[in-house]
């Protein structure tokens, strides 16, 4: 009974163990024009789900709070695509003299200069109890700016650029993140009694659908034959993770080393989130017991 309890307690670290597994041994099923379809069922579909969820199970009192939040909003959309970029710049200037490959680092590079994840960086704010409508915020707008900003931090990097379809990603942002979370908010006017009263599990439908993220992501990473890269170089890239949306580099020779970041970096990122979770969970509570401490004392306080 006790390893059931602990099982079902971790069902979504057991669910990427799966997923992963089921990845490595069958990766064509979960490839782009594979069975699956994750070109329309993940990047469309399950995007849109998890942000539907968002709208859904968010009082909408809380998102426009999270929209007055300027400070917290400047100082995450600074860090993401201004300081984090010059400081990877900084550090691989340092790598560049170890044996990794140099393509690497330029694809390392490439990666610092991208805005932050949106699915799993809401679901993964979520699990740890954090502001969920700052983190859906936040992906939202740094991930339109990245359609601006990114080429132009690429362009001041590595002093060439990618040519992103602006358009076409403006509205698959827009029609995956925006409207779902409108409709989200607008269903929720008309079920609020009965959200409340059942309390349907939506983050745990929101990470199942994470799972059928990790599961194409890691399809992609297996079924890649292009990465064929050194001990040395490899274990160097996992072990350097950094904020990125993936986006598409065409027409470039040394296409597939740079792509490896890219590659590598949503299943490390998934991975390393999730395991900090506890983590990052107890620490908020304890965080949360000493203000509220400090609040009942500074009443007694004023009270004598």
């Known amino acids: 009974m006790r390893l059931l309890e602990r099982m079902r307690k971790e069902w979504f670290m057991i669910g990427i163990v799966l997923a992963i597994a089921g990845a490595k041994l069958e990766p064509s099923i979960g490839v782009n024009g594979g069975p699956l379809k994750p070109e329309i069922t993940v990047s469309y579909i399950a995007v849109a789900t998890i942000f539907f969820n968002s709208g859904l199970s968010l009082k909408t009192e809380e998102l426009t709070s999270a929209l007055v939040h300027i400070k917290l909003h400047l100082f995450i959309q600074i860090f993401t695509l201004a300081f984090f970029p010059a400081t990877i710049w900084l550090f691989l200037q340092l790598l560049s003299i170890t044996p990794i490959n140099e393509w690497l680092l330029k694809g390392l590079q490439t990666v610092g200069c991208m805005p932050p994840p949106v699915s799993s960086a809401v679901i993964l704010t979520k699990a740890v109890g954090g502001n969920e409508a700052a983190a859906i915020f936040n992906s939202a707008f740094g991930s339109f700016l990245g359609i601006v900003i990114t080429p132009l931090l690429l362009l001041l ?42 309390k349907p599990p939506l983050g745990a439908a929101s990470s199942s659908v994470l799972l059928l993220i990790i599961y194409t992501t890691f399809c992609d990473t297996f079924s890649n034959p292009s990465i064929d890269l050194d001990t040395v170089s490899l274990v160097l890239v996992l072990f350097i993770r950094i904020p990125m949306l993936k986006i598409v580099f065409a027409g470039h020779e040394h296409l597939s080393l740079i792509s490896v970041p890219l590659l590598i970096y949503h299943p490390v990122q998934i991975l390393l989130g999730s395991v900090l979770v506890p983590t990052i969970k107890s620490w908020m509570v304890s965080r949360q017991k000493i203000l509220s401490s400090s609040e009942h004392h500074v009443v007694l306080s004023y009270r004598e």
């Open 157 to 198: 990097f590595l002093g060439s650029s990618s040519s992103v379809p602006f358009t076409s990603v403006f509205s698959q942002l827009f029609m995956t993140v925006v409207v779902p979370l409108i409709i989200g908010q607008i269903v929720r006017r008309y079920v609020k009694d009965w959200l409340e009263r059942k």
